[in-house]
């Protein structure tokens, strides 16, 4: 409920305040953090990293699947096939079966090997008769196998287990079962690093490994699809051809959805959306950014079931200077406020459609701290999104892309940190982002700066997931539904 002083005002999240008048009865840990990034892809914790390229990559992405949010990758590489790769990455990561793993023949090199690491990041790779999937299984080359090897030249066949010694397991008691657990059992029993899985004819069809067996424990969280693959978007920009091209690649390697990204919505968009939903109805559609109730009713009633999660914020981010710059944006917390009001109002209409709040959960105030504003993060939520967008917050970890350096001036280690508008990010390629690509004179909507190095997400994330779970409980939530249906928003004192 948002206290009346509030209603037709602008407000960031600094000035407002959740009041905490029920009684908690449950422990911090009980908190479910379940919820809708789209309308099909549900997550454990409301978390997603943002497309930018001093935040989101693969590493970015599998850490925030992996704990229960998702990553979108940016769209800021020099060439299409990089960003699709990074996708990639992500979708190979962790699976039960890896329906397509990386073959390679008898007259590959251990050279090749080194590849397959330098790019995949992992050491596998099972030998077949003509080095694709589907020939027969000859054998297979794992780290033990070319970890003390000097000639990056010797044939694989030289090194490889061949399959006399090869334990294999049989697609008809495992994979077409989808039985994973036939397979771990094989794994344990014979201690192994990786399971091929073959058919009558010794044909390859899948691998398991290990490796993923126990990441698959070790994150009960995980945002994964029907494969068990952990779950990534990429962005595309607002220009049909460009977008088409990145969907297409994107759907060859398993992307689960796109989130069409600019600074503030542009028609072209709700096109792609409907291209997307027609050539490839199984991937997800967010759309944006918009900033009010009144565009979000006529985006739907546009889109119509084109679109399945939309996003909030103009201007509000660390790096933006489009408020600044062009008069253009608006305080986050009303806009977030403004935009779920009439999404419900709109639900018999159009259905649920999910909020996403981009940008604005600060750190900066603070950099020093080791204490981050989960509590900013629960503001979100109880203004009706359902997740939220972070550039800033997590730009200063080991995942995101770029390398930590020290700042002489403020005796720190800092990463850099640049809005996709700025002079910086636009001279890669961004500039289609803020629909400039077509003039010839830019004009900056971004910054770069620097931002307080803070070490590895694996520790970052579960403690600012443990942050928001305490909010939640301190106010007596047990969940995002409860917070958004009784929270008591009210002003602070200016
Ligand atoms: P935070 O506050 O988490 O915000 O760092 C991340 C969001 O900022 C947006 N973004 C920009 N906005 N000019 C802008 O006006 C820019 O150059 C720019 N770059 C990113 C974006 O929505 C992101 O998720």
């Known amino acids: 409920m948002l206290h009346p002083d509030l209603k037709n005002k602008e407000f960031p999240y600094k000035d407002i305040t959740l009041v905490p008048n029920r009684l908690p009865d449950f422990e911090r840990d009980e908190v479910d953090l379940t919820t809708d990034f789209t309308k099909k892809t ?3 914790t409301p978390l997603v990293s943002s497309p930018m390229d001093t935040v989101t990559e693969s590493e970015m992405a599998i850490l925030m699947a992996l704990f229960g949010g998702i990553g979108v990758i940016h769209y800021n590489f020099p060439s299409i096939e990089e960003q699709i790769s990074e996708a990639e990455k992500v979708k190979r990561f962790e699976a039960g079966f890896v329906k397509k793993p990386i073959c390679l023949s008898p007259s590959n090199k251990v050279e090749d090997i080194y590849k397959i690491n330098e790019r995949y990041g992992f050491f596998s790779a099972p030998i077949t008769e003509d080095g694709t999937l589907k020939s027969k299984l000859l054998g297979i080359v794992t780290h033990r196998d070319v970890r003390y090897q000097k000639n990056m030249k010797l044939p694989l066949k030289k ?12 697609r008809k008691n495992t994979l077409d079962k989808n039985d994973i657990e036939a397979a771990n059992k094989i794994i344990q029993k014979n201690n192994l690093d990786t399971l091929p899985i073959v058919d009558e004819n010794f044909k390859l069809v899948a691998l ?61 968009q709700i096109e792609i959306a409907k291209y997307t939903k027609k050539k490839f109805p199984d991937i997800e559609v967010v759309l944006g950014n918009i900033d009010s109730g009144q565009m979000l009713k006529e985006i739907l009633k546009e889109t119509r079931d084109s679109v399945d999660g939309l996003k909030i914020g103009v201007g509000p981010g660390a790096a933006c200077i489009t408020q600044q710059e062009l008069g253009t944006g608006r305080a986050q917390a009303s806009a977030v406020y403004d935009c779920a009001q009439t999404a419900k109002k709109l639900t018999g209409k159009y259905g649920k459609i999910p909020l996403c709040a981009d940008g604005g959960i600060k750190i900066l105030n603070n950099p020093d701290s080791d204490i981050n504003k989960p509590g900013d993060i629960t503001k979100a939520l109880s203004l009706g999104s359902q997740t939220v967008m972070l550039g800033s917050l997590l730009a200063g970890l080991d995942e995101a892309p770029g390398e930590k350096e020290y700042d002489y001036k403020e005796e720190k280690m800092v990463k850099k940190y640049r809005g996709m508008g700025s002079p910086e990010a636009m001279r890669t390629r961004s500039s289609v982002r803020y629909g400039i690509d077509k003039t010839k004179i830019k004009i900056a909507e971004g910054k770069e700066i620097k931002i307080p190095y803070r070490g590895s997400g694996y520790d970052f994330v579960p403690r600012l997931i443990a942050g928001i779970k305490q909010s939640f409980q301190k106010q007596g939530f047990r969940n995002i539904g409860e917070l958004q249906k009784y929270a008591d928003i009210r002003p602070l004192p200016e």
């Open 42 to 44: 549900k997550l454990k």
């Open 159 to 170: 090194v490889m287990t061949p399959k006399e010694k090869l334990i294999v397991a049989y």
């Open 208 to 268: 398991v490994t290990d490796s993923d067996l126990r990441k698959n424990e070790a994150y009960p969280l995980a945002t994964k699809d029907k494969n068990k693959q952990l779950k990534v978007f990429i962005a595309v920009e607002s220009r049909l051809d460009l977008a088409k091209e990145r969907i297409k690649k994107g759907c060859e390697v398993g992307i689960d959805g796109i989130v069409i990204d600019a600074g503030i919505v542009y028609r072209e």
